[in-house]
């Protein structure tokens, strides 16, 4: 019997021309190699699965960002409700807050280099209605006309340069009252003699001082640190007595251990005891408090007082460093009277910018 064999042949067709016939099974019932055809090309299979893979890498990717633009948005409108960082660092957070609107431009690009175009609208969304609903109220102009009285508040800078010009700086504010930080022994004197025409009563002591054209009495240093750093005085305002307090709180520094305003903390809580303490109704603190408002180390103060910036300025305000400034440190706090506007002065020789306030003395009988 014989074997029969597979092999190819070519046929005729009934017109005479050659046809390729297809294979034949083999014996075994197998095809001799693997069918080709659209969509079965070698490798097919494979990149298909590549894409897949990178579609879902993509798809991780957009849902990054939006995890991210989730987070930030949380951060900003909900930021005095987190728990502390260690370090302080929540306190440095808060401090920056107002830049937090920089992180949107660069998740939104990071959305778009994705293709991730959902995630992309949501990182220019929701955050940015987080910032506006935090920090929109910052960017109007809140001021009017009126008022009683004018403060000001500058840190001089110890190092300055230039005390005479910075004095004709702060003179062209025409403050009532005039408040500065920072003081030293060798300027101090030239701060007071050229203060002198303007402002016939003052009282200065360690670091800080208190200038008025109106009497000033009970004055005293506050004791918040080993020297002195702090001042309070009674104003005999035309509207009744208002009760003056002249801080420059501890500096703060970012380092390895995280923010260091362990200092600045303490200094403070023995401010506040004072300011809780203070028997005269209208009070304001004015200085360089080394913190921003939205810093909650600041809460035991902010919560009592308002900030005439807050209340009655056009925008944040910023005071430090004076070439430009990123923060508002220096600040004017009003507990019992109503601010009608507030300022930042021109720049000195100084590195910060002085800060101004104009107050109604009596803001029960003041339009409103």
């Known amino acids: 019997m014989t074997a029969t064999t597979r092999q190819d042949r070519a046929a005729t067709a009934p017109d005479g021309t050659a046809v390729q016939t297809v294979p034949s099974p083999a014996a075994d ?48 409108a909900g930021h005095g409700l987190l728990p502390g960082l260690p370090g302080r660092l929540s306190s440095l957070a808060e401090t920056l807050l107002p830049w937090s609107a920089l992180a949107v431009p660069v998740l939104v690009t990071s959305a778009l280099l994705r293709r991730a175009r959902v995630a992309a609208a949501l990182a220019l969304v929701v955050p940015a209605v987080a910032w506006l609903a935090t920090f929109g109220g910052a960017l109007a102009d809140k001021t009017s006309p009126g008022g009683d009285l004018t403060l000001v508040s500058h840190n001089v800078n110890q190092d300055n340069p230039d005390p005479a010009g910075t004095v004709r700086g702060l003179l062209a504010a025409r403050a009532d009252v005039l408040a500065l930080e920072e003081l030293s022994p060798a300027t101090a004197p030239a701060y007071e003699q050229a203060l002198a025409e303007t402002y016939p009563y003052h009282f200065y002591q360690g670091t800080v001082g208190l200038w008025s054209v109106h009497p000033l009495s009970d004055a005293r240093a506050v004791p918040i640190m080993p020297w002195t750093r702090a001042m309070r005085a009674t104003v005999d305002a035309p509207g009744g007595p208002l009760a003056v307090y002249v801080a420059h709180l501890p500096s703060v520094r970012v380092g390895a251990s995280g923010f260091t305003a362990g200092s600045r903390d303490e200094a403070l809580g023995l401010l506040v005891s004072e300011v809780r303490a203070e028997p005269v109704r209208r009070v304001v603190v004015l200085g360089d408090l080394n913190g921003s408002t939205d810093d909650r180390a600041l809460r035991p103060l902010t919560d009592r007082l308002v900030s005439a910036q807050a209340a009655a300025g056009a925008g944040f305000g910023f005071t430090w460093p004076a070439r430009l400034p990123v923060v508002r440190i220096d600040q004017i ?36």
């Open 333 to 368: 706090l009003l507990g019992g009277v109503r601010a009608a506007s507030a300022w930042t002065l021109p720049a000195t020789a100084s590195d910060h910018l002085p800060v101004a306030a104009r107050i109604h003395l009596s803001p029960d009988l003041a339009p409103r």
């Open 29 to 76: 019932g197998q095809a001799d190699g693997p069918a080709v055809g659209p969509g079965h090309a070698p490798g097919a299979a494979v990149g298909a699965a590549d894409a897949g893979s990178r579609r879902k890498w993509w798809r991780r990717r957009g849902a990054a960002v939006t995890g991210c633009s989730v987070l930030l948005a949380v951060s900003v």
